[in-house]
Structure formats: C-alpha cells, structure tokens
C-alpha cells in the first residue's frame, strides 16, 4: 500500500515568496492529493516545529499553506528536524496504514525532502519522489532549480536496500 506525504508546506517556509515554483509544485501536490484521495492511498501531512523559524506549533506560520486540499481529516506527523520519522510516530503511522511504498512531495529538497528520503530507504520504504512536487529556496553557491536537479539525480542513482524511483507527477499519477 502506498502513502504520500506533503512535508513541511507550511505558511512560514513560503512567506518570503523565494520557493523556487511554488504555484507548480502546490498544484502538482494537489493533484497528487485529489489522485491518492480517489484511490483511498493515505495522505500524510508533515510539520515542522520550530519557534526560532516561525514553526511554533499552532502559530500562523506553522499552518499548512491555504492553497494545499489539506483537511481536519487528514493524518499529520509533527516533528522538530530535518528527518521526518526521527523522534515522529510516522513509521508507526505507516505502518497502521498498512503503507510500504511512499510517495514524497514538499519542501525543502535539500534539508526535510532529502534527509527523509534517504531515511525511508533505509528502512526499506519504496519510494517515489515527485521530481516536480518539492521545492527550495536559492542558496549562497546554487540556485534553486540547480539544486532541485541536482537531489533528483542524487536520488535515482542512490544506492539503497530499495530503489528510489524520481518520477514526474504525471507518471507517479498515472501508475496510481
């Protein structure tokens, strides 16, 4: 059974507006959504929680961004680092779920997106990550897009006791 998780599309992480296509990826990750909703595929929403960021549980910041299909409903993870299941009931949620296989959109892919994907594989998730469905910000030495190219590479060529598919969000849509 798969599972997809939006990772850290919280209001403070895109209140300077310098997400790299912050509009594509929210409608890619609504899609998606709306896709694992139709097929009763578990949505699982991650928040970081971090005062110092503007991440402090409950706060504006923290809430998930209005433009996401996210629902009172919805299954959330809260967690304090970059690693998604670190100190999380998220495996246990995974596995309550009956969940192997993920699925992973959100925000950032050089920091959450990247450290929970190689995290996942460790314990021997199978992945797909949306390569048009997780986003940055420009850094000192590279864009942002660079970078976003650069962990999508990184992730397909990864060795790991599963391997990692990188996928568009029409071709993770269309296997659904």
């Not at 910041?61 to 209005?66: E, K, M």
């Not at 699925?103 to 190689?118: K, Q």
């Not at 030495?141 to 990188?166: G, R």
Request: charged share 25%; glycine share 6%; hydrophobic share 40%.
């Amino acid at each position: 059974m798969k599972a997809l998780l939006v990772i850290d599309m919280q209001k403070a992480l895109f209140a300077t507006g310098n997400r790299y296509d912050t509009e594509g990826v929210v409608s890619r990750i609504n899609l998606l959504i709306g896709e694992a909703r139709d097929k009763n595929i578990p949505v699982i929403f991650i928040r970081h929680n971090n005062e110092e960021d503007g991440l402090g549980r409950d706060s504006d910041g923290w809430q998930i961004l209005d433009e996401l299909d996210f629902r009172p409903t919805d299954v959330t993870v809260e967690k304090v680092c970059c690693d998604s299941f670190c100190k999380t009931d998220l495996a246990k949620k995974l596995t309550d779920a009956g969940a192997d296989e993920l699925i992973i959109t959100g925000c950032c892919t050089d920091f959450c997106i990247d450290t929970t994907v190689r995290q996942a594989a460790s314990m021997g998730y199978k992945i797909q990550v949306a390569s048009d469905a997780h986003t940055t910000a420009d850094k000192p030495y590279l864009n942002a897009s660079t970078i976003i190219k650069h962990h999508n590479f990184v992730w397909s060529e990864l060795y790991a006791p599963i391997i990692i598919e990188v996928k568009t969000t029409a071709a993770i849509i269309a296997e659904m």
